[in-house]
C-alpha cells in the first residue's frame, strides 16, 4: 500500500487494519526490524533483515494471509485474529502454503485474545518447521502472539505516524488492559480459572430454578434451556467485540441470546434491537444490546439450528472488583438482568 489515503471505502475492519499496518511497517524505518525481531526472538529463532511488508500477497493456492513480512533470509506469513477464533483447518492449510514456498517461510498466529489451537498440530512436525511460537516469559501460556504487546512496540516509537497508530490500536481494543489483578485474563488461564469461580452465585440462581447452568471454555458461563424457546444463554468476557457503536469500552462482558430455529415469534421480535438499560441492583452498570449482525434474515432461513438474535454489552471494568463477593454479585445481577429482559422482548 504506497498510498494511505486510496484505501478502497469497502474494506472491512479486518482488511482495513492489515493494510493500515502494512503502511506503517513501510513508513516507519525501524519498525518492521524490530517487529521481525520480536517475532523470531521470542520464538527462539535466528533473526533477519527486514526488507518490506505487503498485505493480503498472492497466492495461487488462493490462500491469503493477512501480511507478508518480506526478511533477506526467510518469510514470515502472518495470520491476524482480531475477534474470531482459528480453526484447525485455517492453520493447516498456512503449514501447506509454507511448505510450498522456493523460500523458507514462517507462520506467526497474532491475536486478540484466546484462540483455540488443537494441541497435536502444535506438537506435530509441520508446526516445528514453519510456525514461530512464543517460549519466553512474556505471555507464554499462550501459543501465539498478543496485540497488546506490539501495541506497546509501536507506542514506544518516537514517532507521531506511530503514536496515531497506536490510538487506532486502541480503537481496536488491542492496547494491554491496565487491571491491578485481572488485567492479564485474556493470556493467562489460570487467571482465566480464577474469573470462572466467580459465575458461582449466578450458577446457584440458575439451578435453584432446575435451569442447568455450568462453565464452558476458559471463563464462560452456559444456561440452558432457561426458557422453552430460549436454547442458550452465552455468557463470556471479550477483549474486543464486532460492534463499534458502543457506549461501553474493552473489555467488555458479553452475553449471546440463541433462540431454537423454529421459534420464528421470538427470532422476530428481536428483530433491528437497539437499546440500553442499567442494571436494577447496580445502576452503576450500563448494559447494551444490539441484534444479531445476520438480524432479519434468521428469520426466513430454514432449519431448526439455533439462531444468534441479539447480544448484550457491558463494560468488564464496572464488573470486576478486588473483592470476590461483590464480582459474583455483579455477575449474577448482570446474568438475571439479560435473562428479565429476553423474557419482555418476547411477551
Same mark, same amino acid.
Given at each position: 500500500?504506497?498510498?494511505?489515503?486510496?484505501?478502497?471505502?469497502n474494506?472491512?475492519?479486518?482488511?482495513?487494519?492489515?493494510?493500515?499496518?502494512?503502511?506503517?511497517?513501510?513508513?516507519?524505518?525501524?519498525?518492521?526490524?524490530?517487529?521481525?525481531?520480536?517475532?523470531?526472538?521470542?520464538?527462539?529463532?535466528?533473526?533477519? =533483515?527486514?526488507?518490506?511488508?505487503?498485505?493480503y500477497?498472492?497466492?495461487?493456492?488462493?490462500?491469503?494471509?493477512?501480511?507478508?513480512?518480506?526478511?533477506?533470509d526467510?518469510?514470515?506469513?502472518?495470520?491476524?485474529?482480531?475477534?474470531?477464533?482459528?480453526?484447525?483447518?485455517?492453520?493447516?492449510?498456512?503449514?501447506?502454503?509454507?511448505?510450498?514456498?522456493?523460500?523458507? =517461510?514462517?507462520?506467526?498466529?497474532?491475536?486478540?485474545?484466546?484462540?483455540?489451537?488443537?494441541?497435536?498440530?502444535?506438537?506435530?512436525?509441520?508446526?516445528?518447521?514453519?510456525?514461530?511460537?512464543?517460549?519466553?516469559?512474556?505471555?507464554?501460556?499462550?501459543?501465539?502472539?498478543?496485540?497488546?504487546?506490539?501495541?506497546?512496540?509501536?507506542?514506544?516509537?518516537?514517532?507521531?505516524?506511530?503514536?496515531?497508530?497506536?490510538?487506532?490500536?486502541?480503537?481496536?481494543d488491542?492496547?494491554?488492559?491496565?487491571?491491578?489483578?485481572?488485567?492479564?485474563?485474556?493470556?493467562?488461564?489460570?487467571?482465566?480459572?480464577?474469573f470462572?469461580?466467580?459465575?458461582?452465585?449466578?450458577?446457584?440462581?440458575?439451578?435453584?430454578?432446575?435451569?442447568?447452568?455450568?462453565?464452558?471454555?476458559?471463563?464462560?458461563?452456559?444456561?440452558?434451556?432457561?426458557?422453552?424457546?430460549?436454547?442458550?444463554?452465552?455468557?463470556?468476557?471479550?477483549?474486543?467485540?464486532?460492534?463499534?457503536?458502543?457506549?461501553?469500552?474493552?473489555?467488555?462482558?458479553?452475553?449471546?441470546?440463541?433462540?431454537?430455529?423454529?421459534?420464528k415469534?421470538?427470532?422476530?421480535?428481536?428483530?433491528?434491537i437497539?437499546?440500553?438499560?442499567?442494571?436494577?441492583?447496580?445502576?452503576?452498570?450500563?448494559?447494551?444490546?444490539?441484534?444479531?449482525?445476520?438480524?432479519?434474515?434468521?428469520? =426466513?432461513?430454514?432449519?431448526?439450528?439455533?439462531?444468534?438474535?441479539? =447480544?448484550?454489552?457491558?463494560?468488564?471494568?464496572?464488573?470486576?472488583?478486588?473483592?470476590?463477593?461483590?464480582?459474583?454479585?455483579?455477575?449474577?445481577?448482570?446474568?438475571?438482568?439479560?435473562?428479565?429482559?429476553?423474557?419482555?422482548?418476547?411477551?
Amino acid at each position: 500500500m504506497s498510498n494511505i489515503f486510496l484505501l478502497p471505502p469497502n474494506l472491512d475492519k479486518k482488511e482495513r487494519f492489515a493494510a493500515c499496518w502494512e503502511y506503517l511497517l513501510e513508513n516507519i524505518s525501524d519498525l518492521g526490524q524490530d517487529f521481525v525481531d520480536f517475532l523470531t526472538q521470542r520464538s527462539g529463532k535466528p533473526s533477519s =533483515t527486514f526488507v518490506k511488508a505487503v498485505s493480503y500477497p498472492f497466492f495461487a493456492s488462493g490462500i491469503q494471509p493477512d501480511i507478508l513480512l518480506e526478511c533477506k533470509d526467510f518469510d514470515i506469513l502472518c495470520e491476524h485474529h482480531l475477534e474470531s477464533q482459528l480453526s484447525k483447518l485455517s492453520l493447516d492449510a498456512l503449514f501447506i502454503l509454507a511448505k510450498s514456498q522456493t523460500r523458507k =517461510t514462517y507462520i506467526a498466529v497474532i491475536s486478540n485474545s484466546y484462540c483455540l489451537l488443537d494441541p497435536e498440530i502444535l506438537a506435530g512436525v509441520s508446526a516445528k518447521q514453519y510456525y514461530l511460537q512464543p517460549y519466553d516469559d512474556v505471555n507464554s501460556s499462550m501459543p501465539y502472539f498478543c496485540w497488546q504487546d506490539i501495541y506497546a512496540l509501536v507506542a514506544q516509537k518516537p514517532v507521531r505516524l506511530a503514536h496515531e497508530f497506536a490510538e487506532y490500536m486502541h480503537f481496536m481494543d488491542m492496547q494491554p488492559w491496565q487491571h491491578s489483578e485481572w488485567g492479564n485474563l485474556f493470556l493467562n488461564p489460570n487467571v482465566a480459572k480464577t474469573f470462572s469461580q466467580q459465575w458461582a452465585q449466578t450458577i446457584d440462581y440458575f439451578q435453584g430454578m432446575t435451569i442447568d447452568a455450568k462453565l464452558s471454555g476458559y471463563s464462560a458461563l452456559e444456561v440452558i434451556y432457561p426458557l422453552p424457546w430460549l436454547q442458550l444463554l452465552y455468557i463470556y468476557a471479550a477483549r474486543s467485540v464486532s460492534h463499534n457503536d458502543l457506549q461501553a469500552v474493552s473489555p467488555y462482558l458479553v452475553a449471546t441470546i440463541w433462540i431454537k430455529g423454529d421459534a420464528k415469534a421470538q427470532i422476530q421480535a428481536f428483530h433491528g434491537i437497539s437499546d440500553r438499560f442499567t442494571l436494577p441492583d447496580n445502576n452503576r452498570i450500563t448494559v447494551e444490546i444490539r441484534a444479531s449482525l445476520a438480524d432479519g434474515l434468521w428469520t =426466513t432461513k430454514a432449519g431448526n439450528r439455533p439462531k444468534l438474535a441479539a =447480544t448484550y454489552y457491558t463494560s468488564l471494568d464496572r464488573l470486576v472488583a478486588s473483592d470476590s463477593l461483590q464480582i459474583q454479585q455483579n455477575l449474577l445481577a448482570f446474568s438475571k438482568a439479560v435473562f428479565i429482559h429476553a423474557q419482555s422482548i418476547e411477551s
